[in-house]
């Protein structure tokens, strides 16, 4: 059964920068496509970044140049380095496989002065 343990949000101010990191059992993971999800109040989720098994990344145009995509097979993690942070990517960020399976819980990201 899929597990993932997202950690690594807070509050941060506009401009500044957070990495996450996404702790995946269940699954093998080193053939398993990711990506980072995020769900802000009132929206329906979307995804802002994703990684094959093979490490090409691909990202939604609101992130694209900002934030970075990672993962390390090793220690079956997932990261995501987010930089320029705007007010606009407060939301709850979630990572899963492709396609998703089971959430975990997120984790919180509020950039605000």
């Known amino acids: 059964q899929l597990q993932l343990v997202e950690s690594g949000g807070g509050l941060v101010q506009p401009g500044g920068s957070l990495r996450l990191s996404c702790a995946a059992s269940g699954i093998i993971f080193s053939i398993s496509d990711m990506g980072w999800y995020r769900q802000a109040p009132g929206m329906e989720r979307e995804r802002v970044a994703s990684?094959?098994?093979?490490?090409?990344?691909h990202y939604a145009d609101s992130v694209k140049g900002r934030f970075t995509i990672s993962r390390d097979n090793a220690k079956n993690t997932v990261y995501l380095q987010m930089n320029s942070l705007k007010p606009e990517d407060t939301a709850v960020y979630s990572c899963?496989?492709?396609?998703?399976?089971?959430w975990g819980q997120g984790t919180q990201v509020t950039v605000s002065s």
């Open positions: 990684i094959t098994s093979g490490g090409l990344t």
């Open positions: 899963n496989r492709l396609p998703p399976a089971s």
